[in-house]
């Protein structure tokens, strides 16, 4: 099987590049987001399935363990999870998992609710355990309490949660009440 792949993006298509490592175009499923002519390095996870082989990179090893984690849970296969990946950073990702944020995860196209609470279910014992770090942000209750509040004033969650993460890091004993000047201040850009 092929481990890591590095070469020159060739060609960015919807959801894949052509990634040329010497004289062989590979074809590469990614989240990731890459420029045309960059030479860039991917770890890579083949897919065999009856009617094709598919080539999935990523950047880090912990977005390859990652997605390998989310194609255990049942409903979702390589296409929703990379539809999950290519929305929700890595590290956002873990810390909805870990936190139990449904919403945060149901914000990837083709997630529901239920799709989501399922990840949750599944996936936040497993991730516990070593290989992923959450840090603070997982261990605050504090994140899912300003993400609804921010919610409640009309910010779409998408567009806040990364913000969210980091407030909740750097200032791991504040609430809600405090975080919330915060992310405003933040989001106003003063």
Known sequence: MIGKLQGVID?????????M???????VYTPEILTLKSTVSLWIETIVREDSIRLF?????????????????????PKVAMAIMGTIKTETLMSAIATG??????TAPGVGKKVAEKIIVELK???????????DTA????????LAALESLGYRRQDVVDMAQKLVS???????SKLVPLALKEISGK
């Open 11 to 19: 060609y960015i298509g919807s959801d894949y590049v052509i990634l």
């Open 21 to 27: 490592a010497g004289p062989v175009g590979y074809k």
């Open 57 to 77: 990179g990523f950047s880090t090893i912990a977005a390859q363990n990652l997605f390998n984690q989310l194609t255990t849970v049942s409903g979702v296969g």
């Open 101 to 106: 944020d449904a919403k945060t995860i149901a």
């Open 125 to 135: 014992n497993k991730m516990g355990g070593g290989s992923f770090d959450f840090g």
């Open 139 to 146: 261990a605050n209750g504090a994140l899912p309490d300003l």
């Open 170 to 176: 750097q200032n791991p004993s504040a609430d809600v």
